[in-house]
């Protein structure tokens, strides 16, 4: 078992940042791909970033490219996205999300979900 719980939303004016981080407990947190998912008003849930858990490699959705930076600490149980140059479409949950693997993650295979965190981005 792996719970999920993120911090770090809130209110920023476009061009700003913000850091979403997410703790988890669970011993086998570095067993798992981790990774954030966002859903805007009216749409569906969609894969923004992952990290996998050995060698840390990441993959981000095109319109993030660039702007988002998703790293995992296993020592400490945490994973962020630091996002830069936000955009008032970033506007959305966001969601912590733990998958098998990356590939898995971004097919919306997850095995566990955070509660969420809003973040919205003013024009």
């Known amino acids: 078992q792996v719970q999920l719980v993120e911090s770090g939303g809130g209110l920023v004016q476009a061009g700003g940042s913000l850091r979403l981080s997410c703790a988890a407990s669970g011993r086998t947190f570095s067993r798992y791909a981790m990774g954030w998912f966002r859903q805007a008003p009216g749409k569906e849930r969609e894969f923004v970033a992952g990290?996998?858990?050995?060698?840390?490699?990441?993959s981000y959705t095109d319109s993030v490219k660039g702007r988002f930076t998703c790293s995992r600490d296993n020592a400490k149980n945490t994973v962020s996205l630091q996002m830069n140059s936000l955009k008032p479409e970033d506007t959305a949950v966001y969601y912590c999300a733990a998958s098998g693997t990356v590939v898995q993650m971004r097919r919306g295979i997850v095995d566990y979900w955070g509660q969420g965190t809003q973040v919205t981005v003013s024009s």
């Open positions: 990290i996998s858990w050995s060698v840390g490699g990441t």
